[in-house]
Structure formats: structure tokens, C-alpha cells
């Protein structure tokens, strides 16, 4: 009985959540009723009630998650400092005598920005604001824009320094120790924040010029779907090299400052993130964008973003305390173990069950309520844990593109011009949606793209 209950609580939050509810508040409050509901039929020990105290005061004492505002605070302190308006307008030129040249350029920019912001939804609004219209104007197929904006803004769950893998990182951390214990390992081998940065690398790397070789593929087969830009407005540009490097070298600067001393072991991913926004702020001072009012903006987005993943951690962890309360994980333990196929089948089943959660759920509740439940699973069965974690966010990646329910597609839906259909953004996104399963599969086939730097690197 006490299984089904757990599967009874799962569904129950899933509904809930559909029902337009807060993550947050779903999550914890869902949990609880069913807590209330078990201990009155005598099917949950309460006991488990008392260990939520220790898990706030965990997450209030974990060092790696205040990483997140400081990554949060730098992002959009760059993206009010309309770094990206630079970038495009300069790599527009740069790269716009030949034809496709504007759609390189924007994944380009988007590549930088996820680098920059990690941030998925920011990424696509500023592009989505910033090129679409641009693109237009220029002559582009609309469904080609809107399917490079979607896919070079989704860079920023794949392409360190991500949110996405300080937070996955945290989890799986967890969870490799916890895999570890439950086989008697009792000295655990530790994963961070920085071995996944490592692992996300080549693949983040292959995406974008998997990304780049398609707009080159249909430069060639359809040139007049992705002109370039005129002659004479390339050539009423002055002193073209000196903008390019002005756009260019700081943002560049700030990203490998912040990679660098995280990836050469001279600073936690908390403290790089504090390098971060203070170069993120000098950066705004010297391109003269800094003042109390874009402060203050900057603060209050930092706030808001880093409080609704705060209380979502809150909430996904009274959740799983009250799943596991019901035996849910041993449910879920046995039922991955007696899949055919082994741990392959079983993570072809995590796979495409996180993929579907993706139309729905962010990666933030994705990563606080799936991840913890099912990953000691899987890294018990003797999957590695950073191929792991970065197939994890390679295949949520995938899910924020695909319609219907895509987030990527709701967010350009919401800042493209009225003449943009949205059967036009759908379309436009089905070929990136192929090269990422290709991605996919081919770091299935080849875990070494993710594994082989963290490796040689750290040993």
C-alpha cells in the first residue's frame, strides 16, 4: 500500500502543478497532505516529518548554491549592460558577407551569453528581441530565425558556467555518495561542480558547430532563405576590427576568468561566481551602462530569480523526504533494476520519462525532484557520474526545444512580432531538435566526450 501511495503522491503533485499552482508550494504542500493522510492510516512514520529542520539548515549551510545568485546576479547585470546588443551588431558585420552570416552570428552571440547568463529564458527573450527582428528585415526564412534564436538560447543549459550544472552538480554530487555507501564504500569518491563544467565542454562545443554547419548547409542548398548583408551597409562601417575586439575581448575576458580559475582549481565555483559579478559590474562601468536604476533592476531580478529556486529546493526537498516516507525510491530501485536491458534500459526509461517532465516542470524541478530519486539508482548500476549528469542536462536541453510544450518556444512566442506564427517557431526548431538527438546518441555511444577532459585534467 505504502508504494502505491507514493505513486498516488507523484501523480498528485504532477496534477497540481498542471493545474497552474506554484512549483514550490505544490511540491511541499502536496507532500504534506499525503504525510497527513499516511499517518493517519498508519501508512507513513511521521518521523520523517522531523528531519525537514536538517534539510533546510543543509541547504541553508551548502557553500555551492550561493554560487547561484552571484551567477544569476551576473548575467543579468550583462544583460542590462546590453552586452549582447554589441556583440550581435559587430558579428552581424563581421560575419555578414557571406550568405547565413547573421544566423552564425547569433549563435555565436548565444554561445557567449550562455556562457555569460546560464540562464535559458534570458537568453532566448534578449535574442528573440535583439536578431528576430533584425533577421526579418534581412530577408530570413522565419522559420530558419526563430529555429537558430530557440536553439542557440537553450546553449545556456549545456555551455559552462551553467546554473544548470552548478545546481545538477550539487545533486548528483549527492547522489554519487549516497550510490557509494549502499554499496559499502564508506570512503566515497566526490564529484563537483567543476567536473561537470569540464565534461559539458566538447559536447557544449560540438552543439554549437553542429549548429553553425546546418546554417552553412542551408546557406548552400537555399541561399535566398539566409541572405547576406548588403555591400554598401557592410562598408559604412568604420574601424570594423577595433569594434569587433571592444565587443568581443571583454565578455571573453569575464567568461575565462570565471572558467578558468574554476577549471585550474585557483577558486570554487562560489567564489568564481563572485569574480563574476564584480567583472560583470566593472564591465558595466566601462561600457557606461552603470547606474542606481540598472543596480537596482539587476538586484531585483538576482532576488527574484535566486528566491524561486530557493524555495522550489525548500519544497522538492519536503517532497522527497515524504516519497521516500512511502518507499517510493525502493519502488522506483526495483523497477528500473527489473527492466529489460539492464542499466541501459533502465536509463533509456529515465531518459525519455525526464524528457516528457520537460514539457512540463523547469530543469529546476526536474533536477530537485527527479535527479535525487533516480540518479544513486543509476550510479549504483555503475553509470559514471559526470557522463551522467551532462546526458541529464543534454536531454533536458532537447526537451525545452520541442513542441508543444517546449519553454524555449513560450519564450520567443512571447517577444516575436505578430507576423511570427507559431507553427512557424515549431517548424523552425524540428532540425535542431535532430542534431541535439544526435548529440545525444553520440554521447551515449562515446562517453569519453564528457568524461575525457575531466579526467585528464583532475585525474
Excluded at 98 to 114: P, R
Excluded at 148 to 161: D, F, M, N, R, Y
Excluded at 163 to 185: C, P
Excluded at 187 to 202: K, M, Q
Amino acid at each position: 500500500m505504502m508504494e502505491y501511495l507514493s505513486l498516488f503522491l507523484f501523480l498528485g503533485a504532477v496534477i497540481v502543478l498542471l493545474m497552474g499552482y506554484s512549483v514550490a508550494f505544490s511540491l511541499a504542500g502536496t507532500g504534506l497532505l499525503f504525510a497527513g493522510i499516511g499517518a493517519l492510516t498508519g501508512h507513513f512514520d511521521s518521523v520523517f516529518l522531523e528531519a525537514i529542520p536538517n534539510r533546510l539548515f543543509g541547504i541553508m549551510n551548502n557553500e555551492v548554491l550561493i554560487a547561484v545568485p552571484l551567477f544569476v546576479f551576473m548575467g543579468v547585470m550583462l544583460e542590462k549592460s546590453k552586452i549582447a546588443e554589441g556583440l550581435l551588431d559587430t558579428m552581424s558585420i563581421l560575419f555578414g558577407s557571406m550568405n547565413g552570416g547573421l544566423g552564425i552570428s547569433v549563435t555565436i552571440v548565444g554561445m557567449l551569453l550562455a556562457a555569460s547568463t546560464g540562464i535559458v529564458g534570458a537568453t532566448v527573450v534578449t535574442m528573440g528581441l535583439l536578431s528576430l527582428p533584425t533577421m526579418l528585415r534581412r530577408g530570413y526564412d522565419p522559420q530558419i530565425a526563430c529555429g537558430v534564436i530557440c536553439a542557440s538560447g537553450t546553449l545556456g543549459q549545456i555551455i559552462p558556467p551553467s546554473i544548470v550544472l552548478v545546481l545538477l552538480g550539487d545533486v548528483i554530487s549527492s547522489a554519487y555518495q549516497q550510490s557509494q555507501i549502499d554499496q559499502g564504500l564508506f570512503s566515497p569518491e566526490t564529484v563537483t561542480v567543476g567536473d561537470l563544467f569540464l565534461g559539458a565542454l566538447i559536447p557544449g562545443l560540438l552543439l554549437v558547430l553542429a549548429y553553425t554547419l546546418y546554417i552553412v548547409f542551408k546557406a548552400i542548398t537555399s541561399p535566398s532563405s539566409v541572405p547576406a548583408i548588403p555591400k554598401t551597409e557592410r562598408d559604412a562601417v568604420e574601424n570594423l576590427w577595433v569594434k569587433v575586439l571592444s565587443a568581443l575581448v571583454p565578455p571573453i575576458l569575464l567568461i575565462g576568468l570565471v572558467l578558468g580559475s574554476i577549471l585550474g582549481g585557483f577558486a570554487t565555483p562560489t567564489e568564481a561566481a563572485a569574480v563574476g559579478a564584480v567583472g560583470a559590474v566593472l564591465l558595466s562601468i566601462f561600457k557606461r551602462n552603470f547606474n542606481m536604476e540598472t543596480l537596482t533592476a539587476v538586484m531585483r531580478s538576482t532576488t527574484q530569480v535566486s528566491s524561486m529556486v530557493f524555495i522550489i529546493l525548500v519544497g522538492a526537498s519536503i517532497f522527497s523526504l515524504v516519497f521516500r516516507g512511502f518507499g517510493g525510491d525502493d519502488m522506483v530501485r526495483d523497477f528500473l533494476t527489473g527492466l529489460p536491458g539492464g542499466v541501459w534500459g533502465a536509463l533509456a526509461v529515465v531518459m525519455l520519462v525526464m524528457f516528457l517532465l520537460g514539457f512540463f516542470l523547469d530543469f529546476i524541478e526536474i533536477t530537485f525532484v527527479v535527479v535525487p530519486i533516480i540518479a544513486p539508482i543509476l550510479l549504483t548500476m555503475g553509470l559514471d557520474p559526470i557522463w551522467l549528469g551532462i546526458m541529464i542536462a543534454l536531454n533536458l536541453q532537447t526537451s525545452f526545444l520541442t513542441p508543444p510544450f517546449g519553454f524555449a518556444l513560450f519564450y520567443l512566442r512571447g517577444v516575436a512580432p505578430e507576423s511570427i506564427s507559431t507553427g512557424q517557431i515549431y517548424r523552425g526548431v524540428i532540425p535542431f531538435i535532430f542534431i541535439q538527438l544526435s548529440m545525444l546518441g553520440l554521447l551515449a555511444a562515446w562517453p569519453s566526450l564528457a568524461t575525457w577532459l575531466p579526467h585528464l585534467v583532475y585525474g
